[in-house]
């Protein structure tokens, strides 16, 4: 059995198992990783939680500042000295204030339109006292509560934040107090908290200026914090959390809480890379594991590889001393399934040597018989070629004779007119029946080779049955019984040769005939739908049901007397069937029994109507004689084939050998060559070259005229340089009219 050979490289069995191995450890690897995910956003989730845990504690201590400096700053707006519009003595009672706060850098007293009354860090009654965060003033007097300010350095240097307090009288804005508040008191605050490494804090006011930061509390207060954060910060309401940059350019995690009284928003940011450390410790500690797993697997596999291959070695030699006819030994290696495999191998060598013997005491007895059968081919073989060579022979030798038999009727019937009429009539008709029983021998030769051939083209089957049935009534002249033809009142074209298609329809006439001595036999014609039929049926001795199965077989007869009264060679329904086949039709035959006729039907596809083609001319005397040169060692056939052609008015020369014609060629100059091929000092193909070259006309007609008449004789005869191959027996009209065809397609 041939190997199957794959398009693709094998894999080893060690580099199957590591896949397998990956395999395996390719959703815990990808089940691994997922953890570790779960692991940092839970980390991530915890470290938003601790910065918004942080930041709402941050948030609640500078509520409680700011609180405490609007409480002393309300305090201070009940002093009887305000309330009693003594200025100069409530500005001493601020600074008396301002000495008792060191956070607080001074108090600042405006009226109800922000007039500036006086600065508690100026002498009171200054002139040139400004405010630097106006706004927030504004924004009192409009909504008459007390708030917050922005971050601003002072009229004399330092930053401070304003917390103002309104002083209300009837409703009505009469004083704003206001409190310049350090940021450092904010940033005491912040100092407090233990912060973690890396976090960052950082107070905002109202408009996003940093109040105070830790660490680096000096570096940042009173600058604005990254756009990053105030984008954040805008999408957080009271408290929230998310991801931006802090002053130092730095991603982290920030924990927003705002304090809306005020405005003021206390933001922690822990750094995002504490989460990439952690994803990344946690990695390598996870892919050191996996590593080491996959290792350990790797060695495992390794060693299961080795054991395998091993015992799959082992098993490739013993598969080899079993294919090799050796005996098998099993090896165990230590894996059940190889062990079992090696057994088997054992227990099928034993049983492939004892069928081993076995199958060699057979193929002695096979060898034996094989040498017969051969003998017996060769002996059929021979007998074959024999049986062949045989019926062209048979054909040949039975056509020599025929050829001057015809010859001689078609000269009595030149010149005899009237005299023996009725004796050459039953000459030509078995000379014809004869020649019949040739041609069905050789067609039977050409069927079993496959040789038999078609020349197919148009042929109207009215015509060609009509023509088949007057030559079977020449054959019965003095028949009493009908032989009726009924033709259908329109053409039936078919596709087909026409010779083989009249030989069917006289073979199917002529067997009817034979058997229907007394009887009426009846051929008719029809064409519908896309089938031409021919029925042939006669009223005679009928046939059997066992009779009818066989009847197509060759040589196969019906059952008759011993004398034979209908005679034939058994072969006409033979080739009846194969020149039906040929042509894509079928035959059948039907018999109600014996006694009772039979009928016989063709049906053949329709074909298309021919060309019309000019009228065929009867034989007639030629239109100029010519010399013509007869070469046959048959004397009789050579004369009576002269004499005809002299009688039809040619100049006729004739010899019986192919030196004789060469040496009467040159002196006669012949204009056609009439040549038998079977001569007996040089073929006739040969002595047809040799006329070619002897220096004769080149329009020479030579024609053959012999007993071998298969396709291959044809074609080697035309090879040859013949103009035209007949057989024998070859009527004179035939040979004239072949004669003026070649000369009148010369002349065209």
Not at 627 to 637: K, M
Request: hydrophobic share 45%.
């Amino acid at each position: 059995m041939p190997r199957v050979r794959s398009s693709r490289r094998p894999l080893s069995l060690r580099l199957l198992l590591i896949l397998l191995i990956g395999a395996g450890l390719l959703p815990l690897a990808l089940l691994g990783i997922w953890g570790i995910k779960a692991v940092v956003n839970q980390h991530h989730a915890d470290l938003e939680r601790a910065t918004l845990d942080m930041s709402r504690a941050l948030a609640s201590a500078v509520d409680a500042e700011i609180e405490s400096t609007v409480a002393a700053l309300i305090t201070l707006s009940y002093h009887p000295a305000l309330t009693a519009d003594r200025l100069e003595e409530f500005y001493g009672v601020t600074r008396d204030a301002v000495r008792a706060r060191p956070y607080w850098r001074s108090v600042i007293l405006t009226d109800g339109a922000g007039r500036i009354l006086f600065r508690s860090s100026m002498p009171f009654g200054s002139n040139g006292v400004r405010l630097t965060d106006p706004e927030s003033l504004e924004q009192v007097l409009k909504e008459k509560r007390p708030m917050v300010g922005q971050v601003r350095e002072g009229q004399f240097g330092g930053l401070a934040l304003p917390v103002r307090v309104p002083v209300m009288t009837g409703g009505q804005v009469q004083y704003v107090v206001s409190a310049a508040l350090l940021p450092d008191r904010i940033h005491e605050i912040l100092a407090r908290q233990d912060i973690p490494n890396g976090w960052v804090i950082t107070v905002a006011d109202p408009h996003n200026q940093r109040l105070a930061r830790a660490p680096e509390h000096s570096a940042f207060v009173g600058k604005p914090v990254t756009p990053s954060l105030v984008n954040l910060m805008a999408g957080v309401d009271t408290a929230g959390n998310g991801t931006a940059l802090n002053g130092d350019g730095v991603e982290s995690v920030a924990g927003i809480t705002k304090l809306p009284r005020w405005g003021i928003s206390v933001i922690v940011g822990a750094p995002t890379s504490l989460l990439d450390r952690a994803l990344w410790t946690a990695l390598a500690m996870y892919a050191a594991a996996l590593a080491l797993s996959l290792f350990a697997c790797l060695q495992a596999a390794r060693a299961i590889s080795r054991r395998i291959i091993a015992g799959i070695n082992d098993l490739q030699q013993q598969a080899g001393d079993l294919g090799q006819g050796r005996p098998v030994r099993a090896h165990p290696c230590g894996i059940l399934e190889i062990d079992q495999l090696a057994t088997s191998l054992q227990a099928a060598s034993v049983d492939r040597l004892a069928v081993e013997q076995q199958r060699e005491a057979l193929l002695g007895n096979l060898n034996r018989s094989l040498g017969s059968l051969r003998v017996a081919l060769d002996q059929a073989q021979q007998a074959a070629r024999a049986k062949d060579h045989f019926l062209a022979v048979l054909g040949h030798e039975l056509r020599n004779p025929l050829a001057p038999i015809v010859s001689t009727l078609d000269l009595m019937d030149l010149r005899g007119g009237d005299v023996y009429q009725r004796e050459r009539q039953i000459l030509r008709r078995q000379a014809t029946h004869l020649h019949r029983l040739v041609d069905d021998l050789l067609d039977v030769s050409r069927i079993v080779q496959g040789k038999l051939s078609l020349n197919t083209q148009p042929v109207l089957l009215n015509a060609l049955v009509a023509r088949a049935h007057e030559s079977i009534l020449a054959t019965v002249p003095k028949r009493s019984a009908p032989l009726t033809l009924v033709l259908p009142p329109h053409d039936v074209w078919v596709q087909g040769d026409e010779a083989r298609l009249q030989q069917l329809v006289v073979n199917l006439l002529g067997n009817a005939v034979r058997h229907s001595p007394d009887a009426p036999v009846q051929v008719r014609v029809d064409g519908s739908g896309s089938t031409a039929t021919i029925v042939v049926a006669d009223a005679g001795t009928g046939l059997s049901a066992d009779v009818l199965e066989k009847i197509f077989t060759p040589f196969y007869q019906a059952p008759q007397s011993i004398a034979r009264s209908t005679g034939g060679l058994g072969l006409g329904l033979t080739i009846a069937r194969s020149i039906v086949d040929m042509h894509g039709g079928t035959i059948t035959a039907h018999s109600a029994g014996l006694g009772q006729g039979c009928e016989f039907r063709v049906d053949l596809p329709l074909g298309r109507e021919a060309i019309a083609a000019a009228p065929s001319v009867p034989w007639s005397a030629p239109r100029q004689a010519a010399r013509i040169l007869v070469v046959d060692d048959n004397i009789d056939a050579a004369a009576t084939i002269a004499e005809a052609l002299a009688v039809s008015g040619h100049d006729v020369r004739v010899a019986h050998s192919a030196t004789a014609a060469l040496a009467m060629a040159a002196d006669f100059a012949p204009a056609i060559a009439v040549l038998d091929i079977g001569l007996p000092d040089m073929d006739g193909f040969t002595l047809a070259r040799r006329l070619r070259a002897s220096g004769l006309p080149s329009d020479l007609i030579l024609i053959a005229i012999t007993g071998y008449g298969q396709l291959e004789d044809r074609q080697r005869a035309m090879q040859a340089g013949f103009d035209l191959h007949l057989t024998k027996p070859v009527a004179i009209g035939a040979l004239l009219d072949g004669i003026e065809t070649i000369r009148a397609a010369r002349a065209a």
